[in-house]
C-alpha cells in the first residue's frame, strides 16, 4: 500500500525527522488558505499523485510548455493559480505511462534555501533478511540513473533488524555523504529516526529524495515515498485510513477483496492461474505462441467458487479480453473443486469468448468429467502448451 508525500511527512514526523512545514488541499481555495498560514514568501505547490517524476511531468490539459507537478510559487496568487492548473487535471509522469493521474489533492509547504541535496532510501533486502539503507550525494536525480552512470556515487549500508540501528551506521551514512562535522552528527539523527519509522510502520519501501542541506545547515526532508507491507497491515489501522482509492486501479482494487494478486496487462487473452510462477510460465507461452496476456491473476492455493467467479467477473470487465486461458494444478487447491467454479462463474457471467482450460493434479479425471458434463463449450487442453496453442487459434478466429 502506498499513501501520498503529505501523509508519509505526517507519519515521519512522529518520530522527530525535519521537515518543512506544509498543508494538504483538496481545492484551490483550501490552497490560498494553506498559503496564508505558512512563513513565506516563497511557497511550493506539489501535485498529490501515487507516481514518481511530479516535478518533470505535464498535464494532458495544458500547454506543452506548461510547468509540471512541482512549481515554486512567489506570491499567494501564483499559488492560487498554479492549484487551478492543477487540480482536476491528469498529469502524466515517466511513473503513470500515457494514461497519467488525475491530481485531486495538493500539498503546499513552506519554501526552503537548499544548499545541497541527497539521496537516502531503505527497502528489505529479501536475500540477506536485512534492512538496506542507500545513500548518495546525487539527491533530486533519479537514482536508477545514477546507478547506471556513476554506480560509485551510491553507498549500500545494511543493518541487521535484530540489532538494529547502531552509531557506526549513523556515522557510514554521514562519511558516505561526505558531510562533516553537525552536519556529520544530523545525518546519523536522521538516519536513525528514519530507521526506526521504517521498522516501526512495517514499510517496505521509504525514499527520501531529496535529503537536503539548508542554507543555514540544517538537513530537512523535502520529499519522501513510502509503501508498505500489505501482510502488516492489520497492525496499523492508522495507516490503513490513509489509503486512497482513487489512486489504484478499480480492478485491482476489487482483485483485492477477494485476496486476489491482479495486475492488468495490455494483450487481449485473459489469465486465470493458480501460483506466481506458473502464472509467469502461462504469460510466457502465451507470448511464446504469438499472442499477448491481458492480466497477471494468481488465484492462489485455496480459491473456492465465489473467488473464482471474481476473476472471471475482472478478467471480463476488460474489454481487451477476447479469449481465457485457464492453467490450474491442482495440489491444496482440488482440480474438481476448481471445475466446479469455472462451470458455476461460466454460467453466472454468461461467457460469450472463447475458454480453454488446462487441468493437473488432485482429483484431475473429476475435474475433467465436470467440464465436459456441463454443457458448455469448454475447449480441453492437455498440457500447457497444448492449452496456449488452442487458445491463440480461438482468439485468432474471432479477430
Known sequence: MNVHEYQAKELLAKYGVGIPKGIAAMTVEDAVTAARQLPGPLYVVKAQIHAGGRGKGKFKELPADAKGGVRLAKSIEEVESFARDMLGNTLVTIQTGDAGKQVNRLYVTDGVDIEREYYLSMVVDRASGRVAMIVSTEGGMDIEDVAHNTPEKIATITIDPAQGFMPHHGRAVGYALKLEGDLNKQAGKIAHQLYNAFIALDCDML??????????????????????DSNALYRH???VALRDETEEDPAELEASKYDLAYIKLDGNIGCMVNGAGLAMATMDIIKLNGMFPANFLDVGGGANKEKVTAAFKLILSDPAVKGILVNIFGGIMKCDIIAEGIVAAAKEVNLQVPLVVRLEGTNVQQGKDILSNSGLAIIPAND???AAKKIVAEVQKVA
Open 207 to 228: 525514499e527520501i529524495n531529496p535529503l537536503v542541506e539548508t542554507k543555514d545547515a540544517q538537513l530537512l526532508v523535502l520529499d519522501t515515498k513510502m509503501s508498505f
Open 237 to 239: 489501522p492508522d495507516v
Open 384 to 386: 500447457l502448451g497444448d
